[in-house]
């Protein structure tokens, strides 16, 4: 063992068995990299391994009868010591998997300097989680979640030395309300097994309990929210599961689990929805009005269908070709370096994301928690939409994997407005199909899209009825206009989509607020693989 200059930067290397032969294997701090390679000559990329130390899930002393007696490889060595690795293996599509390499010596002190070093570099790794608050929906998406739960995550977090408080919920609100109730301070992530709903259930639970126990008044639409810095973890087992699929790039229950328990932080834009003063949900990815709203209304009758509920809905959606008439209005993102229509998307790491976040930081040294009035110019549309939706990410999921806003940011402070006008069925069918593939969905004469960080809508009906509440007819009007049947318009209000449930009110009042609180991911990884993510000079240079 070598200890680096300035005392405490560990390096061992040593001669280990791996399999049948032996292997140099290395573990630097200062690199923070474990990694073994084949010896012999010729010295071919193929066989030199190696885990980031951040990525090692557990090590263990191996038993050695129990190798002998599956693999029979040790029998002519006396006394073999052993100790096994498990590490994150990145595959393909952000996927992760669990995989363990197992080294042995026959000195005993090398073998147990070695589990030592290991563990004590695991210590250190302070972001991860040691306590977790489970919360399991057994009846979203495919009604998988508990099994999910059970066969595929505990054994994990059990082999990562995570003991976790498992709830498995009774009604829906349960969680949320759970959380307003339970120590806290006792754990160190909040999972949530289930869907987007049930996500938006415990993100409910925690950004209320922490403006509660701040005494912020949620009904106050102009209150900074204190941020809430107890992560949340994914566990992907809904129907969408849009949360999940765009912060780590897949709906995956095991990938989600090794971003736990490797204790991953992803900060999160959370937009809050008022009306009248009045605090209705907040949301996360899409708010939307027209077509995703008529969509999750029609989809809510049919939850016995499961996922597929949302086909059959969007198709009948889809057919009924609605139009809805009202005023939006927005103030325009002026802090953000980016822009909807930009070729580069947020991905891990995001120069984009980060710049508002020390941003954010100045705004809090300079005013703290202290509101300050904002002066930004509003912008006023008014039109007839077949879809109006909001989204602070990309909203990508296994139907859309870029989303409906590809260039959106996870963490910038702002969402993006998209405006679908009226347009004809075939037009509304193009954009539809440019979700599902490369092609620019935003470059339609009837599509506008603008980055803002604050918006209002009304809906026609509801302008027309407070300028004029006498007017019985229009009120008595039924849902569809009489006076041009064929035409599509609506004269009923549609309903709002927030993050897959619906809310009373057409009329909404909603702001972004900048990374108010924090998942369990990293965001999307530009390049996945190990081979990509750490060049092979640098692993020659190591070993
Ligand atoms: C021709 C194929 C076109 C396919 C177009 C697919 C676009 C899919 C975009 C999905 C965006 C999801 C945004 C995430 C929202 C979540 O917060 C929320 C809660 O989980 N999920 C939904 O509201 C669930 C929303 C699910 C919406 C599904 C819409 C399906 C539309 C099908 C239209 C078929 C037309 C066929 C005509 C021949
Ligand atoms: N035990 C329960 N019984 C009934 N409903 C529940 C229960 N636990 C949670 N819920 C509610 O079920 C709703 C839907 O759950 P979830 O989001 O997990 O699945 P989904 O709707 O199929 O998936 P997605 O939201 O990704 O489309 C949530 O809004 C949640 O409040
Ligand atoms: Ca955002």
Redesign the pocket.
Known sequence: MEQLPGGRRLRLASSLGLGQRCWEVTLDEERGLLAWRDPRPPRRGADNCFVPTSEIIAVEETEQNKKQRSTGKWQKMAKPHAFTVYYVKKARNHRWRCRDVTFWCADEYLCNQWIQALKELLEMQKCRPKQLLVYINPYGGKRQGKRIYEQKVAPLFSLASISADVVVTEHANHAKDNLFEVNISKYDGVVCVG???MFSEVMHGLIGRMQKDSGIDQNNPKAPLAQCNIRIGIIPA???D?VCYSTVGISDPVTSALHIIIGDCQPLDVSSVHHNNTFLKYAV??LGYGF?GD??KDSEKKRWMGPMR??YS??KT?LSHHYYEGTISFQPAKHTLGSPRDKDSCRTGCCVCKESEQQLAEQRKKCGFKHEEDEDEWKVIKGKFLAINVVNMS?A?P??PK??SPAAHLADGTADLILVRKCSRFDF?RY??R??NRDDQFDFSFVDVYRVKSFQFTSKLSEDNESSVTDIGKKRFGQFCRDHPACCCNIANSTW?C??ETLDSSAIEVRVHCQLMKLFARGIEENCTDEAAYSHSSIEQLL
Request: net charge negative; aromatic share 12%.
């Open positions: 869907g987007d709903g809904g129907s969408t849009c990815s899409l995703y969509v999750l949302y086909d969007g198709f889809f909203c999921c139907r859309s989303g409906l069918l539809l199909v979700h599902t989509n993050d897959g």
